[in-house]
């Protein structure tokens, strides 16, 4: 059983940064693709980047792209997500999720491809 607790998240200024972690519990973490989502009130959950078990491959929504960037810690059971040139639009809460298709380099980017779920952090970029 895989267990994801994010942190990092808070009320930040337009055009400021902020960086999400994503910590697992679980001796496999390190060997599942993971990718980061977010839902702001009264939207669906979109994903935003996501990255292959190795490191290897990333993949952003064209949204964040040149802005976020996703990557893994030197062990490999921490995710990071980098927030950089932080916009209103990007106000929501952010979730990371796990996908237990071990050795992967394919990075989903759907809900329902991911099996495990944090329980979220909140992102506020005020105008």
């Known amino acids: 059983q895989v267990q994801l607790a994010e942190s990092g998240g808070g009320l930040v200024q337009a055009g400021g940064s902020l960086r999400l972690s994503c910590a697992a519990s679980g001796r496999t973490f390190s060997s599942y693709p993971m990718g980061w989502f977010r839902q702001a009130p009264g939207k669906e959950r979109e994903f935003v980047a996501g990255i292959s078990w190795s490191g290897g491959n990333s993949y952003y929504v064209d949204s964040v792209k040149g802005r976020f960037t996703v990557f893994r810690g030197i062990a490999k059971n921490t995710v990071y997500l980098q927030m950089n040139s932080l916009r209103p639009e990007d106000t929501a809460v952010y979730y990371c999720?796990?996908?237990?298709?071990?050795?992967?380099?394919?990075?989903?980017?759907?809900?329902?491809?991911?099996?495990?779920w944090g329980q979220g952090t909140q992102v506020t970029v005020s105008s």
């Open positions: 999720a796990a996908d237990k298709n071990y050795y992967s380099d394919y990075v989903p980017t759907t809900t329902d491809e991911y099996d495990y």
